[in-house]
């Protein structure tokens, strides 16, 4: 069972930043795959971004946050980041961190994290 941790959510204007941390407790070089996803009230779950760390680290966003969102990892902490940059108002949702220790198993989940864009 590998536990995920999510800190650095908040309040914060619009055309601000956060940077979001899931910290693993287990080490991610044994993930194929680590991503975030998000979920507004009254919405479904979607894919904000991916890293794959069993094939070098590409990267995957959606449309919505490319060039805005950066994602990246610090193997030595165990430690998957989501840089929010020039953050929207409907950015708003509860942001939560995703394992997968292989493609063919279910994901863990963090709790997640709450981060509030104002207009």
């Known amino acids: 069972q590998v536990q995920l941790v999510e800190s650095g959510g908040g309040l914060v204007q619009a055309g601000g930043s956060l940077r979001l941390s899931c910290a693993a407790s287990?080490?991610?070089?044994?993930?194929?795959?680590m991503g975030w996803y998000r979920q507004a009230p009254g919405k479904q779950r979607e894919l904000v971004a991916t890293i794959d760390i069993k094939s070098g680290g590409s990267t995957n966003y959606a449309d919505s946050v490319k060039g805005r969102f950066t994602i990246s990892r610090d193997n030595a902490k165990n430690t998957v980041y989501l840089q929010m940059n020039s953050l929207k108002p409907e950015d708003t949702a509860v942001y939560y961190c995703?394992?997968?220790?292989?493609?063919?198993?279910?994901?863990?989940w963090g709790q997640g994290t709450q981060v509030t864009v104002s207009s």
């Open positions: 287990a080490s991610i070089v044994n993930m194929d795959l």
């Open positions: 995703n394992a997968r220790r292989r493609m063919y198993l279910p994901p863990y």
